[in-house]
């Protein structure tokens, strides 16, 4: 190898300390921590202790995905276009964060309990200042280091504290506010106020580390100031159409977040209705999370062993076979009251949903790169506008479907037991609705075309003709 040749391959292949890696998963931690509790709690608060009838809340839920995607593409080309003194991408966990946090704690407080307008107005900004936060993140992710490697390491310790944030959220959450509320009671108005102190403790926290990442990063591999003049607003579609890779990994976003929350947000029902164990949510929900600090520190050697595609297909494949077994237990009476057979079949479940959904992110930056190849344009902002798009639009499935399907059942909040079509469609939402979006899933991952061979391939054409 000549002296050319290592320099092209040591450019922009960057490696990042483990201080850097941590700083960059606290980012993803933070908006865990306030974010997560907002998509898996609110419709739950919002019906249950807000006032908010199942269909209104749901119609509401499809309103603010719909401004979403109005607005996700204008931050994604706008903090292309610009290169901020504090950080192109990193300002605005700064910027962003602290509206986020603001917000966030609102969309919890009861001060107009029943009053629809305001639920819009604080859930519509709310979801305004995600994006400006989490867009940016994204970019920040492909903005690090182009070594593939480097990328899975950076991706797995990102995926595993954002799930320290999922088992804080999951398991903390349900756990802290049942212990405070009065006769334990989460469910019902009386519980307003614990639901308000316990989202203003886990947003400041989730802003302090916003900060902590701000600190920890730096931008290296980003766009030349010469070519941020020339980004457009339309770049988004342009660069949806040409770039097949982003295509295929964008509809997998869609079928990946609606599963996650249409699972997610009908856990609370499905505990409290269905099992009649709500104590039990706690564990629960935290058995969606704890096998992500088993099995994401291996996925970088999996993914060297089997490869990323056939990594997806054997943990989708798992994730199903979880559902199966919870559906299975959730039906034969035998079983209904085994409360640890419950628990396994969600460990099963969150084990293959956890490696599938927490690696997608790493291919994030493989299409910003395939996309830079193409055009000369690296426009990580406008590509994490694109994903942030579809897998918002996954969240405003997984919104809208709980909330119509519990409308169309019966679901009535006020009563202590539902009818058994209304606990039907609670076991639809957390079982058979996600289980046909998981399969849609594997469908769509067996289309993307970037192996590790491909995508190096393609940065090292690239930083060769970097002058």
């Not at 509790?37 to 919002?46: G, I, K, M, Q, W």
């Not at 990994?249 to 009908?266: D, E, K, P, Q, W």
């Not at 209705?273 to 099995?295: E, K, Q, R, T, W």
Request: aromatic share 14%; glycine share 8%; charged share 15%.
């Amino acid at each position: 190898m000549n002296s050319t040749t290592k320099e092209i391959d040591s450019k922009g292949f960057y490696k990042l300390s483990w201080i850097q890696r941590i700083g960059f998963g606290s980012g993803d931690l933070a908006q865990n921590l306030i974010y997560q509790t907002v998509a898996t709690y609110l419709l739950f608060f919002y019906t249950n202790v807000f006032g908010i009838k199942p269909a209104a809340a749901a119609f509401m839920f499809l309103v603010v995905r719909l401004v979403d995607v109005l607005w996700d593409p204008f931050v994604g080309a706008y903090v292309d276009k610009r290169n901020p003194r504090i950080g192109k991408y990193r300002a605005y966990l700064i910027l962003g964060g602290i509206p986020l946090t603001g917000l966030a704690v609102l969309s919890f407080w009861d001060g107009f309990s029943g009053q629809l307008w305001y639920a819009y107005i604080t859930y519509v900004t709310l979801s305004l200042c995600y994006t400006l936060v989490n867009v940016p993140y994204g970019a920040l992710n492909a903005s690090l280091t182009r070594d593939t490697d480097e990328i899975t390491k950076l991706t797995s310790v990102r995926m595993f504290m954002a799930n320290m944030g999922g088992l804080a959220v999951q398991f903390g959450v349900p756990a802290i506010i049942q212990h405070y509320s009065p006769d334990h009671d989460w469910s019902k108005p009386a519980a307003s106020g614990v639901w308000f102190a316990v989202m203003t403790i886990y947003a400041l926290v989730g802003f302090g580390l916003l900060v902590f990442c701000y600190t920890q990063t730096r931008e290296r591999v980003v766009m030349e100031e010469s070519q941020m003049e020339k980004v457009r607003y339309a770049d988004l579609f342009t660069e949806f159409v040409r770039n097949r890779p982003l295509r295929v990994l964008a509809f997998f976003f869609i079928t990946a977040f609606a599963m996650m929350a249409v699972g997610n947000s009908a856990s609370a029902y499905y505990m409290q209705y269905n099992v009649g164990h709500a104590h039990a949510l706690p564990v629960f929900n935290a058995l969606g999370s704890i096998p992500a600090f088993i099995f994401l520190p291996l996925v970088p050697a999996i993914k060297k062993a089997i490869g990323k595609k056939q990594m997806f297909y054997v943990f989708l494949l798992v994730a199903v076979a979880g559902m199966v077994m919870l559906y299975v237990i959730s039906t034969v009476s035998a079983f209904k009251d085994q409360l640890w057979l419950i628990y396994v079949a969600q460990f099963v479940k969150s084990t293959g949903v956890i490696v599938a959904t927490g690696y997608m992110w790493a291919l994030v930056p493989e299409v910003i790169s395939y996309g830079e190849w193409k055009s000369d344009k690296r426009i990580s902002g406008v590509v994490n506008a694109l994903t942030g798009i579809f897998f918002k639009a996954g969240f405003a499935l997984g919104g809208v479907i709980p909330g119509i399907v519990l409308s169309i059942t019966g679901f009535d909040a006020g009563k202590a037991d539902q009818t058994l079509f209304a606990q039907q469609g609670i076991l639809w939402l957390v079982v058979v609705i996600p289980a046909v979006l998981l399969l849609l899933a594997m469908f769509i991952i067996s289309k993307y075309e970037l192996e590790d061979e491909v995508i190096d391939k393609i940065n090292r054409e690239i930083e060769a003709r970097t002058p």
